[in-house]
């Protein structure tokens, strides 16, 4: 992690005062996060950025609380109207009990398959309130198809509707709502007895576990689906699956401090996209320029930001026609500039492009927030950067 000289944190303030609050030590708060104390205190006085997400996530638990109360973060209205609905979806990830029988009639099936082909898209697009709206129904009524005639084909709606649940959730900072919808995707995955979706499914809860906090979990689950799912990558999906799961690996391994292996999993991943090319199975996106994302998220963290940015020179967003993923290609290699010199003005317009695709993300997310507030610290000395201290305002960073 790079020092820096960005007195005054926020984030280091407020981390500073959970801990007064408890009576701790700067000794045995770091020793519950597992970083050292010199570390920790550099954060607190601001002159380290705690702009790496598993940093600042073992924080988090240390303080009992969550990385956004750390980070500030404000809730856009878009949002705000997804979380309004997640209670609803809750309790429908705790109706569809596939041991119960469904108490209604669905719709036909042909457009049950329409409407999670929709909520897919309302994902990609980062629509987390319109995903959450469509999903309440939808996955009451294919529950309710599992018990009809086309039982395998509702089963894989389920898990792909189980999926956008979780992720949504995920995406929408509640890991333990999007684990529960996690457990929903794999439920169904294993009624239809498909490896494939069983590996998919695998992967959604590794993500789910991921974003927890739970690295090794997460690893622990997506290694051991690759070597199952290893066994049937001829089948169809079999390989772009077998590389999310490579590369949900590699971001596992990362979080839990071990970059050499990261590194391993992620050239494991690329082997395989070279032999998939670009594909779009089960909205995974799997291929060479979604490798490539990841590796930069990767690299930005704890690795070498000069190689994340070379990643992202060669990488194309129009070969990606996702806003979902493009979002992270902007605003990790925007965090990515901001760790070297020289670069602040092309980080500020790759983090506007990020805002652009999806709002919710930038003003979210506590790595790019600490990313802005160093750009902002500098261009206050040069005395410039109207657009970034637009963007600073709309996120609500001091």
Known sequence: MTLRSSAGSPVGARIRARRLTRGWSVRF??????????????????????DNRFTLGAIAEALECSPSELAGAPVPAADRQALAGVEALRQALID???????????????????????????????????????????LRDLHAETAGPESGRALRLLCVAAHVA?????????????????????????????????????????????????????????????????????????AEVLG????????????????????????????????????????????????????????????DPGHAVQIARRTSPGALPVGLRQVFLYADTARALTQLSGHDREAVRLLLNAERIAPQHVHRSAEVRDAVHTLLGRSRLRSGGAELRALSERMQVA
């Open 244 to 303: 999310a799961l490579h590369l949900m690996c590699a971001l596992a391994s990362q979080g839990a401090g071990r970059l050499d292996e990261s590194r391993a999993w992620s050239s494991g991943a690329a082997v395989l996209a070279a032999r998939t090319g670009e594909t779009k199975t089960l909205g995974l996106f799997f291929g060479p320029t979604n490798v490539d994302i990841w590796r930069i998220s990767i690299e930005v963290e704890d690795g």
């Open 166 to 238: 979780s992720s949504s959730l995920r995406n929408l900072g509640l890991p333990a709502d999007a684990w529960v919808a996690a457990e929903r995707c794999q439920e169904a995955a294993d009624a239809a007895a498909d490896p494939v979706l069983r590996g998919f499914a695998a992967y959604t809860r590794a993500s789910a576990a991921s974003v927890a906090g739970s690295n090794q979990r997460a690893l622990t689950l997506a290694e051991r689906a690759a070597d199952d799912l290893g066994r049937h990558v001829a089948r169809t999906g079999g």
């Open 96 to 138: 569809i009990d596939l041991s119960e029988p469904a108490d209604r009639v669905a719709p036909p099936l042909d457009d049950l398959a329409r409407t999670v082909d929709l909520a897919e898209s309302l994902l990609q697009a980062c629509d987390y309130a319109g995903a959450t709206r469509l999903l309440c129904e939808l």
């Open 29 to 50: 708060a770091a020793s519950r996060a597992g970083i050292s104390h010199a570390t920790w205190s550099r954060i607190e006085r601001g002159l380290q950025a705690a």
